[in-house]
């Protein structure tokens, strides 16, 4: 049975080795800190942590060695990059137009009767321009993989065996945070996701938005911009029915009961889940989702907090 925990942050209060006794796993670890890029190898603390051993599978470094040694590879890459961002800042800008229409339907105070069509009109232009971007993005991801098979590539696949021969000897892998976007590239770059199968996973921050079906990225107060979730993309889709929002004590106005209705309509019928420190889930396959500690978000507009019961 396939087993992914996601946790929340771990930095200020980090809980994943209460996460691994309750899942009774007593072996050694393999790392994915890629998305904390130069500083990937600084596992001293999750070591620590863990108090057992912890193989950095390195995909950071793994993927800048693909990219010195073959420089083809790293232009086809570079121009895949390249287009991504174009298609992402027109999608942004599509979004700003339709997140402000649906947050005037959601101010509106005419009678019920006629705004509500209204507003699940203006849902679902988000939920169709949030699709028509995740195709978009797939498409060209999908024939950027057509053309350049990076797995067959000479260098990649001498990486992937080592990655494989790493994790042939680990009884799980944890995922840590950071940058997103570099986290979830270089995880498809090695193609992970089929090495892991037998694993169970712990992920958390990052880690936990990109091995979840579509990684949204959020901020109500960023220090610039208007503050629209966007999707980024589909994310691994290791879990399923999960969209976990790590910080969002920091990056959600959870208070306002109109904007956490208009977040959880939005990318309905996956469950978004508040996920701050302490946070924690676990999705089985044979089982769905169980969420042990964190907020829901509701369709109400209402966040429902579940406390973990006392052992």
């Avoid at 942050?9 to 809980?15: D, G, M, S, Y």
């Avoid at 979830?184 to 996973?201: E, G, S, Y």
């Avoid at 107060?221 to 966007?230: H, I, L, S, T």
Wanted: hydrophobic content about 45%; charged content about 30%; aromatic content about 6%.
């Amino acid at each position: 049975m396939r087993r992914i925990v996601l946790l929340g942050p771990q930095r200020l209060k980090p809980t994943l080795i209460d996460a691994v006794k309750k899942l009774d796993v007593r072996g050694s670890f393999a790392a994915v800190t890629a998305g904390w890029q130069e500083r990937e190898d600084e596992i001293d603390e999750l070591s620590a942590h863990l108090d057992r051993p912890v193989e950095n599978l390195r995909l950071h470094a793994r993927g800048e060695d693909v990219f010195q040694r073959d420089p083809e590879l790293f232009l086809a890459y570079g121009d895949l990059l390249d287009r991504t961002r174009k298609i992402q800042d027109l999608y942004r800008s599509r979004v700003a137009f339709a997140k402000a229409a649906a947050r005037e339907m959601f101010a509106s105070t005419i009678d019920s009767d006629v705004l509500d069509p209204e507003i699940e009109s203006a849902i679902a232009t988000l939920r169709a321009l949030d699709e028509h971007h995740l195709r978009r993005i797939s498409k060209l991801r999908l024939a950027f993989e057509a053309e350049w098979r990076p797995s067959e590539r000479a260098v990649v696949a001498e990486h992937r065996a080592e990655i494989s021969e790493v994790l042939s000897q680990c009884e799980a892998i944890a995922i840590a945070g950071g940058h997103v976007q570099i986290l979830l590239d270089r995880l498809r770059l090695f193609d992970i996701a089929p090495m892991t199968t037998h694993l169970p996973v712990f992920a958390w921050s990052a880690g936990a938005m990109v091995v979840s079906e579509r990684v949204v990225l959020f901020h109500d107060f960023p220090p610039q911009g208007a503050g629209n979730a966007e999707v980024l993309s589909d994310g691994l889709g290791l879990c399923h029915g999960v969209l976990p929002l790590p910080h969002a004590k920091r990056r959600l106005n959870l208070d306002d009961a109109k904007r956490v209705s208009l977040f959880a309509r939005r990318f309905a019928p996956l469950t978004c889940v508040a996920m701050d420190e302490g946070a924690r889930a676990v999705w089985r396959d044979r089982g769905g989702l169980d969420v042990h500690e964190g907020k829901v978000i509701l369709a109400d507009g209402h966040v429902t907090e579940i406390v973990a019961s006392a052992p």
